[in-house]
């Protein structure tokens, strides 16, 4: 009997051993395959128990953290004005992920960004939470409040408003827009149905900022840079007569690149850029594109920034304009900004600063400072040259060509008396998912010319001509007024 | 009998020491889950620990007055498990916002004041072999309850708890106790009848029907549990048992195989007709998978846990540090996964390492006894804390499919921590008589408490092993 007894604790012991085998398994040998488990939402939980830093328009925040007792976590994100700054801010949501702002200055706002070490160490020993850095923006909440107002409901539309001296952005702002608390909401079964909800939204993608991430065709608005490509060969300067019919064969094809029909430009069978520039003509860059050639429209349209990563914080798409396999008609097209030729609503707006600061692209930017939660600043970044799109002489050249659309020509119905605005519009021909055929209307510029201030950008996507072409006009008007308080 | 004989010392006063230990750590316990928690209410810890240290105090007492060769080490670890069970439950309460601990409190004054009555009572565990069919009578009763209608709840899928006034009980918990006396009692009579009667049958020596029909329905009793009232894990605590009390019986292994094929038996047959135990074996092998790990009544609970006890690793996020209350039933079936996290694998081993003393304390108590029932009672008892230990460990760390038993002493649940406090006090006076001088004459009166004139048949039989 006792050695059955005997054999009972080896067995139980053994079972015992077999336990502890799988708990130094679990704890210590596997743990980290457990941690990075995709199922496994402990890191996410910890952030949101502690204080997430905010973020500040003109010292007042637009997303927070306030401390809540719903039981599941001790703060709740809020969102202030959330649809005025829904796709800057994106949301921070354990239903829905974290976007945009939110997701690109996670380290600074959770205080584990490697500035914030010293602030971490420090709490080990005082026992404090840590808590998050804020960050302040450069927008400016006027001049947003501004655009956003400026935008009809209903339309597809993005505003961008930068400091071409600095690259500072100074309002981003699309519409259709929603209410970023709905997703934030603890509750995942209701954040999952406001999700869905607002998911449903015409135009509308809650994961995309349509001014860094739509790509649509710039249309007219990028004969900036195919008239830079053309002031920078040898073959053309502001003097130089070009052919201005009415209709050009594409070459190779029985297809027609044709002037505007309600146009002024048939009043002309050849003229300088300055005619072409206002009225906007498109069959003298047939000739253009055929004698520069794709390398020249290459080099021009990698200087202003197509092709290159750039985060503002947030990653903006990179603009297109392919150069494999592009035949010259392709060529043509795209040299009037039709094809593939595909650019973000912010490529435009540096577009229009690279001529409004001589030639110089500063680096987008929409961080103005880093602060810690002892009010110590971490960082604050520097304005920064991102290219030298041309030289000095084509900018001016290009500066006073940008006069002719607002005086005389295209861009009229944004003038504001006493500001000299200098634009370029542009209206994509376009067809949207069922076939029917609607444009992109652009109109971006800079003012005022002699000493530029901002640089601003309006898109409007999807829409008939009419709409597109008068409303871009009267939100350029809008927001030009609202620069300068007239 | 065969061990080392050292002169009885009586240890009570080892035992003080060792209690004063398991305070101090229940105490430390409760003092980090409040520093690091915030929580200001220092008072509270006082008057808890206070409160533990009373009640162990009286069953200290009591020893040294009715049982003053008792084991020394079992007392104090049954103590220090108990008051580290009730720091986490507080810990949880703090994190949840409920009040669990202070349930858990007055349930283990009430658990050890029965402990302490059934030593006063009982005094010699010999007492208790009179009542061994009163105990199959009791176990039949106790298992049966739950099913009364009006009586009985079925919580978490299994009806296994009856509703008295403000209090729900499982007596399932106490059927533990009395089968086991049924068990030692049956098997201390019976065990030459069925060693020696009956056909032998290849290598094995089957026993006559009639000698086996109480165990056969002790057998029928558990496969009963698990098909009506759907606690896989008390059917195998009571599967476990009763193959236990076989082997330690006849010491044969052919015993323990005859056993796991009738356990294979209705485990297959369980496995094949219910969807609950088939459910719990998918959740088992795939708690990986997402929909399972979404689904109801998933693997969430047993997969959360593992993520806790990884993310407290070696050394634990401290008492108060972790996040334990995301795993579902934190505070009594995942109570294990709540240690790991907090007190890392370091310390959750330390209290592994508890449970395998007070099992081994157990066992040692069931060597040293004099008598076969003795014997047979304190392996059974020890087997079923142990038995508890390993099913519900090897069920949060995967090892197993998890079932719902609690971890003994630590998890919250007052029909739990009254019947181990019971089994405590049994292994308790057991070993008293294992490791009492001898006194006078050692022989058959060591067998029954009270001498009786009708079993002499038996009592010569069992006394030269």
């Known amino acids: ?486 | 009998m065969t061990e080392v004989q050292t002169a009885p010392v009586p240890r009570r006063n080892l035992e003080l020491l060792l209690l004063l230990l398991a305070l101090c750590v229940g105490g430390a316990a409760f003092f980090l889950v409040g520093s690091a928690t915030e929580d200001n209410d220092s008072k509270n810890f006082l008057i808890q620990m206070g409160i533990m240290g009373a009640l162990a105090l009286v069953i200290h007492v009591l020893l040294r007055i009715f049982a003053k060769y008792a084991d020394p080490v079992i007392l104090p670890i049954t103590v220090a498990l108990n008051s580290l069970g009730l720091a986490m439950i507080h810990r949880i309460d703090l994190a949840k916002g409920t009040s669990q601990s202070s349930r858990q409190l007055m349930w283990t004054a009430i658990a050890i004041l029965v402990a302490a009555l059934v030593l006063w009572a009982v005094k010699d565990h010999r007492v208790l072999r009179r009542f061994t069919y009163i105990a199959l009578l009791a176990s039949i009763v106790l298992l049966l309850l739950p099913l009364i209608p009006g009586l009985g709840a079925t919580i978490n899928g299994a009806r296994i708890w009856i509703h008295v006034g403000p209090f729900s009980l499982q007596p399932g918990e106490l059927a533990k106790i009395t089968l086991s006396i049924f068990f030692a009692g049956y098997l201390s009579s019976n065990r030459d009848l069925i060693l020696m009667a009956g056909r032998k049958f290849g290598p094995l020596q089957l026993p006559r029907m009639r000698d086996m029909a109480p165990m056969i329905i002790a057998w029928l009793l558990s496969i009963g549990v698990l098909v009506v009232q759907r606690d896989l894990g008390s059917a195998i605590l009571f599967f476990g048992l009763f193959i236990l009390m076989i082997y330690v019986a006849t010491a044969r292994i052919s015993w323990v195989i005859i056993g796991l094929l009738m356990v294979a038996v209705g485990g297959v047959f369980a496995a094949l007709t219910m969807g609950h135990v088939e459910r719990r074996v998918n959740v088992w092998l795939n708690a990986f998978d997402p929909e399972i790990y979404q689904a109801r009544g998933g693997s969430a609970q047993i997969v959360e846990g593992l993520f806790g006890m990884a993310d407290g690793g070696l050394f634990g996020t401290g008492l108060g540090g972790g996040s334990p209350y995301r795993v579902p039933l934190a505070n009594s079936d995942m109570i294990i996964a709540s240690f790991g996290e907090e007190i890392g694998l370091i310390g959750v081993t330390a209290i592994i390492l508890l449970f395998m003393l007070l099992v081994s304390r157990g066992l040692r108590a069931a060597l040293g006894a004099r008598d076969t029932f003795g014997k047979l009672l304190a392996s059974g008892l020890a087997f079923t804390l142990g038995l508890q230990c390993v099913v519900i460990i090897g069920g949060v760390t995967r090892l197993i499919p998890l079932t719902g038993l609690a971890t003994p002493f630590m998890a919250a649940g007052g029909s739990s921590l009254l019947a181990n406090w019971i089994i405590i006090a049994l292994l308790l006076l057991i070993s008293h008589n294992a490791r009492r001088p001898m006194s006078g004459s050692v022989g058959p009166t060591d067998e029954i408490a009270t001498p009786t004139t009708s079993r002499l048949k038996d009592r010569k039989a069992v006394t030269n092993q």
């Not at chain 1, 001016?396 to 020509?409: F, I, R, T």
């Open chain 1, 1 to 486: 009997m006792n050695q059955a007894i005997k054999h009972v604790w080896v067995a139980l012991t053994a079972m015992f051993v077999i336990c502890l085998g799988a708990l130094s398994y679990i704890q210590f040998f596997n743990a980290e395959t457990l941690n990075d488990n995709a199922l496994n939402k402990r890191q996410l939980f910890r952030e949101f128990d502690l204080p997430r830093g905010a973020i500040l328009v003109d010292g007042k925040p637009i997303a927070e953290s306030v401390e809540t007792d719903d039981g599941q976590f001790n703060f709740q994100r809020k969102y202030t004005d959330p649809e005025l700054y829904a796709h800057l801010t994106g949301y921070y949501s354990l239903a829905n992920g974290t976007t945009q702002l939110e997701s690109e200055l996670n380290d600074w706002l959770t205080g584990s960004s490697s500035d914030l070490l010293f602030d971490r160490l420090a709490g080990m020993f005082t026992g404090q939470k840590a808590e998050g850095a804020s960050v302040e923006l450069t927008i400016d909440g006027k001049l947003q409040q501004a655009a956003y107002d400026a935008i009809p409901d209903g339309l597809r539309a993005s505003v961008v408003v930068t400091d071409p001296k600095t690259g500072e952005i100074l309002s981003m702002v699309s519409k259709p827009t929603f209410d970023t608390n709905d997703l934030a909401v603890h509750s995942t079964s209701e954040a999952a149905k406001n999700m869905k909800k607002i998911s449903e939204i015409d135009g509308l993608s809650p994961y995309v900022n349509p001014a860094i991430g739509d790509l649509v065709s710039p249309g007219s608005s990028f004969k900036i840079l195919s008239t830079v490509a053309a002031l920078e060969s040898d073959d053309y300067d502001m003097n130089t007569v070009i052919k201005n019919p009415a209709s050009v064969n594409y070459p190779g094809s029985k297809d027609k690149m044709n002037n505007f029909y309600e146009g002024i430009c048939g009043r002309r069978s050849e003229a300088t850029l300055e005619f072409i520039f206002a009225q906007s003509c498109n069959t003298p860059y047939m000739e253009i594109s055929q004698k520069l050639g794709i390398e020249k429209f290459a080099d021009v349209t990698e200087r202003f920034g197509f092709g290159q990563q750039l985060d503002i914080p947030q990653s903006v798409t990179p603009s297109q304009f392919p150069t494999k396999d592009i035949t010259a008609a392709q060529l043509a097209q795209m040299a009037i900004g039709q094809y593939n030729n595909k650019v973000t609503p912010l490529q435009m707006n540096m577009a229009a600063m690279a001529i409004a600061n001589d030639g110089v692209i500063m680096k987008p930017n929409m961080v103005k400072k880093v602060t810690a939660p002892d009010l110590r600043v971490i960082e604050e970044p520097k304005p920064e040259k991102f290219s030298t799109a041309t030289t000095p002489e084509v900018a001016a050249d290009l500066k006073s060509l940008m006069k002719g659309p607002v005086q005389s020509g295209t861009a009229m119905n944004a003038a504001v008396p006493g500001v000299d605005l200098r634009a370029k519009t542009g209206t994509a021909q376009v067809r949207n998912e069922n076939g029917v055929p609607i444009v992109n209307s652009w109109i971006t510029g800079f003012a005022p010319a002699d000493d530029p201030q901002v640089a601003i950008t309006v898109t409007i996507q999807q829409v008939d001509y009419n709409t597109g072409h008068n409303t871009a006009g009267a939100i350029m008007k809008k927001m030009v007024e609202a620069v300068f308080n007239k």
